[in-house]
């Protein structure tokens, strides 16, 4: 249970810092952390199938759009 509320500290830590970051490839990649963080909580709340889809297209399909669209774009926020 200590472990649950670990994750869930870590996934407001990750939010909060996507959203402060200047650069956008680290703010992808919090965001994306949130998104592993939260396919972990569905996991442990006995569905495994959600959590799989988080983890697919949440975390990784998601955050390789993103990074590939500023890759072609400016990088840093001004």
């Known amino acids: 249970m200590i472990f649950v509320f670990f994750l869930i500290l870590l996934m407001l ?24 963080i939260a396919s972990i ?4 709340l006995q569905a495994p199938d959600v959590a799989m889809a988080e983890a697919a ?5 998601t955050a390789a759009i993103f990074i590939i669209a500023i890759r072609r774009t400016e990088r840093y926020e001004e």
């Open 13 to 36: 830590i990750a939010a909060m810092a996507a959203s402060v970051f200047r650069d956008l490839i680290s703010a992808v990649i919090a965001a994306a952390l949130v998104s592993l």
């Open 41 to 44: 909580l569905f996991y442990f």
């Open 57 to 61: 297209i949440g975390a990784a399909l």
